[in-house]
């Protein structure tokens, strides 16, 4: 089912913080964009039955999970005026303390990145084929079931 | 009749593989109970499912070679 259009949305293991400013350095030639939202998931210690999670697997359904990543930028498009809206998201682990998701999302004006941003967050939440599986400190694994 | 069926998250453990085939059914609803028959387990799990990476409901008619996906909640970012 995958086509030559499809983008790839998943980076492997945690997302480089260094990459964030490098993506940010790259708008500097876009003069019309006057507002950056951008939004970093990080991976918690949660502690769950006395022990704490030292990283995070992500798993997903890789080729209808960048299809959905796909229509959720095309819908923000059609929502509000946006100059542009990039989405980076982790698979394999993640250590406790490093970046799993990143949304960069980028308009004229605060309001509408800051608004887009909300909405394209919730919708990678909720319709999304991603799924977590903490490992704890002393390597036991649990699937996270929200 | 062949429907691939693949598996994701805590219901690959339940089942105990990734992917396997289903003869001889042609809608959701009887896929399920026959998954069900040959893993009862699954009985205690929520999931939703998806046919050729659309999202589909119990009734949804299946045709020769579609892949079903059977998906715990998900839980990105």
């Keep these: ?29 876009n003069h019309g964009i006057g507002a950056h939202s951008i939004f970093l998931g990080q991976v918690r210690a949660d502690e769950k039955v006395g ?7 992500y798993s997903a359904y890789r080729d209808m999970a960048n299809k959905v990543f796909a229509k959720i930028r095309e819908e923000a498009f059609e929502k509000w005026p946006l100059n542009c809206v990039h989405i980076f998201h982790s698979t394999g682990l993640v250590k406790t303390g490093e970046l799993s998701l990143f949304v960069f999302c980028s308009s004229g004006h ?16 909720h319709k999304v084929p991603i799924w977590k599986k903490e490992i704890m400190e002393d390597e036991s694994v649990r699937w996270v079931q929200d | 009749m062949q429907i691939n069926v693949i598996f994701f998250g805590v219901l690959s453990d339940v089942v105990g593989k990734n992917m396997l085939t289903i003869q001889d059914t042609d809608n959701m609803t009887d896929l399920k109970r026959k998954l069900i028959t040959n893993y009862p387990d699954l009985i205690d799990y929520t999931y939703r499912m998806a046919v050729n990476q659309q999202m589909v409901e119990d009734n949804h008619r299946l045709f020769d070679n579609d892949i079903v996906a059977i998906m715990p909640p998900f839980a990105g970012g």
């Design chain 1, 51 to 57: 022990k704490h999670v030292a990283g995070i697997e």
């Design chain 1, 1 to 29: 089912m995958r086509t030559m259009k499809d983008k790839n949305y998943f980076v492997q293991g945690a997302i480089d913080p260094v990459f964030i400013g490098e993506q940010i350095a790259t708008h500097n030639s």
């Design chain 1, 110 to 125: 605060r309001k509408e990145s800051i608004k887009a941003m909300e909405q394209i967050v919730e919708d990678i939440k």
